[in-house]
């Protein structure tokens, strides 16, 4: 059996982060700067910090920025392997594909992880769990108010996965798959090859058909999907806060975290776990909350921006407020506008100024 310290994982980086968007027209969501390096800098210190060693990453959508990024990843103390997808071959087919480049034999456990969870779980315990049970795959699952945008997966008593229900809308209950498995490699060669699978539609329901042992790590640990605007700009600002530690964090938590190369007037506010990106410029009396401010970006003074994010190069103009928005690379909102509550800007667009304002008598 491998020991702890020699673990492989796939991590699935493949899909297009279209809730993502305008971020992910030009980043893959596991490359958005977060809390100061990319996503996946993240997760792969925490892999890492488990005993995982190699990964292999199973990539589709720009798969060329991962190792441009990351190379072998010897500077993270990882060995890091990229397979690419031609066509997207889903979740499970992605899983198949890269199971190829895997070395652990057959009967030992290989983590699988989506590549766009933060979480805050102890995989020493799941492995555990995969071990003592004896499992062919051990899923963590988490508890959500909303398991209808999940995978929701019933347990039996013993602990063992009833049914996996993808993005129903009756979920019977709200426990819900977290995104992180943990194998037993040879269950992998089960999945077809060469086509595209749904892990969750196909996979793990055919598993549990045919009677394979599927066990359930059930916890309450920190766990967020950075997969929509809001849940990524809020994983960013909890990094930054230290509500979930990061070994990857390039800084000590605090309420902000500035990037060298950037600059804050000296009477400007940038608070409640903002990251601020390298040559970035927040201007006199200006006021950033909450937020994720990509490299290279100017915030105008006086302009007010909370729980938003702002890809490179964005410009942000005078008294401008922004609430719950995404500025997309390179566009510039003139002075004075007002964009809230989930307004997304294409990149590369200009907005005169004074254009949008926000009318609360509607
Ligand atoms: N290689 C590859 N190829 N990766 C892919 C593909 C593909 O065709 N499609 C998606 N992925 C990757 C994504 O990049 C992401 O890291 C991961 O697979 C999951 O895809 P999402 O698109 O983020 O799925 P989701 O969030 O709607 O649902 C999944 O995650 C939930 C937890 O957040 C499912 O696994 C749910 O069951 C689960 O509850
Ligand atoms: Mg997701």
Redesign the pocket.
């Given at each position: 059996m491998n020991p702890p310290n020699k673990l492989e994982a796939i991590?699935?980086?493949?899909?297009r982060?279209t809730r993502l968007r305008p971020l992910t027209v030009t980043v893959?969501?596991?490359m958005l700067p977060t809390a100061g390096v990319p996503f996946l800098a993240h997760l792969f210190a925490r892999a890492r910090a488990a005993g995982v060693t190699r990964i292999v990453l199973?990539?589709?959508?720009r798969s060329e920025t991962f190792e441009e990024s990351f190379g072998d990843g010897a500077g993270l103390g990882l060995e890091l392997e990229y397979v690419r997808?031609d066509e997207?071959?889903?979740?499970g087919?992605?899983i198949r594909?890269?199971a190829s480049w895997l070395r652990s034999g057959p009967d030992e456990p290989v983590l699988v992880l989506?590549?766009?969870?933060l979480s805050g779980h102890d995989l020493g315990a799941q492995l555990a769990l995969h071990l003592s049970s004896d499992a062919d795959v051990t899923l963590h699952l988490t508890e959500v108010p909303e398991p209808g945008?999940?995978?929701c997966v019933p347990t039996e008593p013993s602990g063992r996965v009833a049914a996996f229900l993808?993005?129903t809308q009756r979920p019977v209950t709200n426990r819900?798959?977290?995104?992180c498995y943990i194998f037993r490699r040879s269950v992998l060669s089960e999945i077809p090859a060469g086509r595209?699978v749904s892990?969750?539609r196909e996979t793990f329901p055919a598993l549990i058909e045919r009677g394979a042992r599927l066990m359930a790590y059930a916890d309450d640990a920190y766990w967020l999907?950075v997969?929509t605007p809001s849940t990524f700009v809020r994983g960013s600002c909890d990094l930054v806060l230290g509500c979930l530690e990061s070994p990857a964090l390039p800084g000590r938590p605090g309420e902000a975290l500035l990037l060298p190369g950037s600059s804050v007037a000296p009477d400007a506010v940038v608070c409640g776990g903002s990251a601020v990106g390298q040559g970035s410029v927040v201007g006199p009396g200006a006021r950033v909350e909450g937020s994720v401010v990509f490299d290279d970006v100017e915030v105008g003074p006086g302009a007010r921006v909370r729980g938003s994010a702002l890809a490179r190069g964005a410009r942000v103009g005078d008294e401008t407020v922004l609430d719950g928005a995404v500025v997309g690379e390179g566009s510039v909102i003139g002075p004075g506008n007002e964009l809230r509550h989930g307004a997304r800007v294409w990149p590369d667009v200009t907005l005169p100024a004074g254009a949008i304002r926000f009318s609360s008598d509607l």
């Open positions: 991590v699935l980086v493949g899909g982060g893959p969501k596991p199973a990539t589709c959508y997808e997207p071959l889903g979740t087919g992605g594909n890269a989506n590549g766009d969870i945008r999940f995978g993808e993005k819900i798959n977290a995104g595209a892990a969750e999907d997969g």
